[in-house]
């Protein structure tokens, strides 16, 4: 009766999403494109910006080129660095404070999907300075224009700069979730290979399967994502089966870094509309409890869920088995699913990503019913899980 439950209400939010205006940032991209973000402040007018990025990015003075040409422009900034990994509501509510205290009139996201939900973050407590995060978090909670956000991901993983998600962990409970609403949804993503030759190889590897999370995800849930989700999950996953493993071993390679940022940028548009599965309402789960990175937290979920969802699912792996070229044992769509779920593990293998999560018995509960939450109704899975699914599955993950 509750899986019943949850196909109806999916089948209403079908209607609903098909209603929704979605929308697309204007995309600037290339090497050096950076260079162009002054000039498009300046065109909206704006005098002041807040800076929203973190430490270690401020340390490898990768917005120095920023700082300056800036300042060339005659626009000044407020710098706010202290941005958390698994961004919280005092990282937030930080930002805040310092936006309305310099009379700040838009934002830069510089960094990762931490310090781009952040700043989204920052922009929906502005625009509704009555709501907590925790009131915010859901669906359409805010409904209200935000500050203006120019986007410039310095990882190619989360999609955060074309996304209408900002994920917050509240730092009193440690309960990651996100605010979901179009109004989040960027108006600039500045895709510049360049910020990213830098990142090592690690978390290119954790936050390029991110990316193939996002696109598998959208791809094999049901019912939300119309052609161009389904085009762009295509899209996503060839261009990570192409570039990461390539990257990792060479992460100087600037076409293949461009190459894996168009990948996230398409994943995060294909999701943001057909909707992540149940590697993410797990996997949030361990970074507000443990602080797992994200995309470290995806890589290692990723092929057990697929497989979890047993036969409900071959029929789209298969697809992109197929779309990715992979050799299968046979023709058949069984054979082709389970290629593309090795070449998955494979891929963990071969960039040293761990095959089990690591969760301390005494939390299954607390993760099962985090999950259970964020996951159920909305989330339209191949396979609908109810409690003891969910448990069944944490418990074998060892
Ligand atoms: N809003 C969305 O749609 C969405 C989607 C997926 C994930 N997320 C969220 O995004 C967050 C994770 O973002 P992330 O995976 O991009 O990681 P991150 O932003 O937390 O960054 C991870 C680490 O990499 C460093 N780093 C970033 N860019 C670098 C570079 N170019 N060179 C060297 N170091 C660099 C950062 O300083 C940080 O220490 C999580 O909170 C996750 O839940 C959001
Ligand atoms: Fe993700």
Not at 76 to 86: H, R
Not at 108 to 132: H, L, N, Q, T, W
Not at 148 to 171: K, M, N, Q, R, W
């Amino acid at each position: 009766m509750y899986k019943l439950y949850c196909r109806i209400y999916q089948g209403v939010m079908k209607i609903g999403m098909y209603l929704l205006p979605w929308s697309m940032p204007k995309v600037i991209e290339g090497e050096g494109s950076i260079r162009k973000l002054p000039s498009l402040i300046k065109e909206k007018g704006f005098k002041k910006v807040l800076i929203v990025t973190d430490k270690t990015l401020v340390g490898l003075h990768l917005l120095d080129g920023l700082f300056a040409s800036l300042k060339d422009e005659g626009i000044e900034y407020v710098l706010f660095d202290g941005v958390d990994p698994n961004p919280t509501d005092l990282n937030v509510e930080e930002g805040v404070r310092l936006y309305k205290d310099n009379g700040c009139e838009a934002m830069v996201a510089f960094g990762g999907g931490s310090p781009m939900d952040c700043a989204k973050g920052i922009g929906a407590r502005i625009a509704r300075p009555k709501k907590s995060i925790a009131k915010l978090q859901g669906l359409f909670k805010v409904l209200k224009r935000i500050p203006l956000i120019y986007t410039v991901p310095t990882t190619a993983g989360t999609g955060s700069e074309t996304t209408i998600a900002a994920v917050i962990t509240e730092a009193k409970t440690h309960h990651k979730a996100s605010i979901n609403d179009l109004s989040l949804m960027p108006k600039y993503a500045i895709l510049d290979p360049e910020l990213t030759v830098g990142l090592p190889p690690k978390t290119t590897a954790t936050t390029g399967m991110d990316a193939l999370c996002h696109a598998v995800e959208a791809y094999t849930n049901n019912t939300y994502n119309s052609k161009l989700e389904k085009d762009l999950s295509k899209k996503a996953t060839k261009l990570i089966y192409d570039n990461l493993y390539k990257v990792y071993l060479n992460p100087k390679d600037i076409v293949g870094r461009q190459n894996l940022q168009r990948a996230a940028f398409y994943a995060g548009r294909a999701f943001t509309r057909g909707s992540v599965g149940y590697v993410h309402a797990i996997g949030h789960t361990l970074g507000g409890l443990y602080g797992t990175p994200h995309g470290l937290a995806m890589s290692i979920l990723l092929p057990h869920v697929m497989k979890a969802y047993g036969e409900k699912a071959y029929d789209r792996l298969s697809e992109l088995c197929d779309v990715c070229g992979i050799k299968a044992d046979s023709d058949t769509k069984e054979a082709k699913a389970k290629a593309f779920i090795a070449w998955i593990e494979d891929l963990k293998v071969k960039m040293d990503i761990p095959l089990y999560p690591e969760y301390k018995d005494e939390d299954v509960d607390q993760i099962v019913a985090w999950a259970y939450k964020e996951g159920n109704p909305l989330y339209p899975t191949p396979v609908t899980w109810d409690k003891e699914d969910f448990k069944k599955f944490i418990l074998s993950l060892k």
